[in-house]
């Protein structure tokens, strides 16, 4: 059974950092791109950003500047730097991959909360 698990969430203040984690079981070289989403309460979860297989990243433009995607392919995980949080950007981060035959497995989400 695949496994991707998100962890690293935390309630922090505004302009504040957290670091998100996204370790999966699937084979690296199965592999075509990893993303971030977030649902905040009411709305409709949205692309943040993604990486594939080259290291080319992707950002909202809510997130540019701000947030940072990587991979460590020897540990099969993936992770999102945030900085300078704003209280919107408080939801659920999930993480998405996407494989070489494109199919999808998703996480079970984190909760980040920023708040004073």
């Known amino acids: 059974q695949v496994r991707v698990v998100e962890s690293g969430g935390a309630l922090v203040q505004p302009g504040g950092s957290l670091r998100l984690s996204c370790a999966t079981s699937?084979?690296?070289?199965?592999?075509?791109?990893m993303g971030w989403f977030r649902q905040a309460p009411g709305k409709q979860r949205e692309l943040v950003g993604s990486i594939n297989t080259a290291g080319v990243t992707t950002y909202s433009d809510s997130v540019k500047g701000r947030f940072t995607i990587s991979r460590d392919n020897d540990e099969n995980t993936g992770y999102l730097q945030m900085n300078d949080l704003e209280t919107e950007d408080t939801a659920v981060y999930y993480c998405r991959i996407t494989t070489i035959i494109e199919n999808f497995y998703w996480g079970q989400g984190t909760q980040v909360t920023v708040s004073s």
């Open positions: 699937l084979p690296i070289e199965t592999i075509r791109a």
